[in-house]
């Protein structure tokens, strides 16, 4: 049974970081590309960034770009989002998602095959 699992959200101070891990089983995870996405209240889900199958190209939204680090560790089919100057328009839910591809790279667009419950991220004083 495929499983993704999102960990690490929490409520937090402006400027302070958190670590989102999004643990994968039931598939192949090499052969799948990930994403990271939120979701704020009342807006549409947007990606925040993503990861090729090796790891080799990334992409993220300019709004996180400089802030947040996105890994992936393929022996323990985990990947991560480190995000680090947190600002309250960073709240959101927090999803991970993976693509099945061939191809070097990775996607921000919504069309991934499976999607995490998602975790919660507040950014508050």
């Known amino acids: 049974q495929l499983q993704l699992v999102e960990s690490g959200g929490g409520l937090v101070q402006p400027g302070r970081s958190l670590r989102l891990s999004c643990a994968a089983s039931?598939?192949?995870?090499?052969?799948?590309?990930i994403g990271w996405f939120r979701q704020a209240p009342g807006k549409e889900r947007e990606g925040v960034s993503c990861?090729?199958?090796?790891?080799?190209?990334?992409n993220y939204a300019d709004s996180v770009k400089g802030r947040f680090t996105i890994s992936r560790d393929n022996g323990k089919n985990t990947v991560y989002l480190q995000m680090n100057s947190l600002k309250p328009e960073d709240t959101a839910v927090y999803y991970c998602?993976?693509?099945?591809?061939?191809?070097?790279?990775?996607?921000?667009?919504?069309?991934?095959?499976?999607w995490g419950q998602g975790t919660q991220v507040t950014v508050s004083s």
């Open positions: 998602a993976v693509v099945y591809t061939n191809q070097p790279r990775c996607t921000m667009s919504p069309l991934h095959d499976y």
């Open positions: 039931g598939f192949t995870f090499e052969n799948y590309a």
């Open positions: 990861i090729s199958r090796s790891g080799a190209w990334i």
